[in-house]
């Protein structure tokens, strides 16, 4: 007999680590896709935490694989970041020259 429960399993709760709630504080103040780098340069900027560039792209991949974070890839085939506003799928329109 299995203590397993029948059904799909439950998406995998990530611990909040001071890193991560840097991150999101950056994602929640542009509505704009953002890089890996540009988020890394947002939080370098900041000088009250450090965080390697390799952090920042783990912790997108994460937020993004949580639904919490969607994804946009650029034209150059980056791939972008912004917190999820939504439930549903969507697609988008980008302005090449300002993001929005």
Do not use: W
Not at 20 to 29: A, H, Y
């Amino acid at each position: 007999m299995s203590c397993q429960p029948d059904g799909p399993a439950e998406p995998r709760r990530r611990r909040s680590t001071v890193k991560q709630r840097t991150v999101l504080e950056v994602l929640r103040e542009q509505e704009n896709f953002r890089s890996a780098q540009q988020v890394h340069q947002d939080i370098c900027r900041r000088q009250d935490q450090r965080i390697g560039l390799t952090s920042v792209y783990r912790i997108l991949r994460a937020l993004a694989a949580d639904r919490i974070a969607e994804t946009q890839r650029a034209e150059d085939g980056e791939i972008l970041y912004r917190l999820r506003n939504g439930t549903d799928h969507r697609h988008y329109l980008l302005c090449r020259r300002c993001g929005k």
